[in-house]
């Protein structure tokens, strides 16, 4: 965080199942990060379920790059697919048909947020 290692951690890997999200909120970045110096540049992206509180919630994404887009993702899936990971691609929980626009464009965000995540990965351990 500040880059005292008191602040170290390593790598945290946690799944929250589509259908168990409550809402998913983009808070936009302000004031400083650390010791009043280094100002504050990373969105984050809270994911809450039923179990989570204000105070503690479930997911806090940090530095994604479209936060605003993940956040549509995210609801979009939970939306068409009805939280439902085996769900019939483009089949809702209602038994309706995403349009085909709309299933291509998310598709497409799903894969660039796929792609995003491998090259921060590849990062990550190329710094190691």
Not at 11 to 32: L, M, N, R
Not at 59 to 76: I, M, S, Y
Not at 94 to 109: D, V, Y
Request: aromatic fraction near 4%; charged fraction near 20%; proline fraction near 5%.
């Amino acid at each position: 965080m500040c880059g005292l290692s008191c602040t170290d951690s390593g790598k945290v890997s946690k799944t929250v199942p589509y259908e168990k999200i409550t809402d998913c909120d983009v808070s936009e970045p302000a004031g400083t990060a650390c010791c009043c110096f280094i100002p504050n540049v990373l969105t984050k992206v809270v994911v809450e379920t039923a179990s989570s509180s204000k105070e503690t919630p479930d997911l806090v994404l940090e530095g994604l790059e479209d936060a605003h887009a993940f956040k549509h993702a995210v609801w979009a899936m939970k939306r068409f697919n009805g939280g439902q990971a085996s769900a019939p691609s483009g089949a809702g929980a209602s038994g309706q048909q995403m349009p085909a626009g709309e299933l291509r464009t998310t598709n497409l965000l799903l894969t660039e947020i796929r792609d995003e995540l491998r090259v921060m990965n590849q990062s990550l351990k190329a710094g190691r």
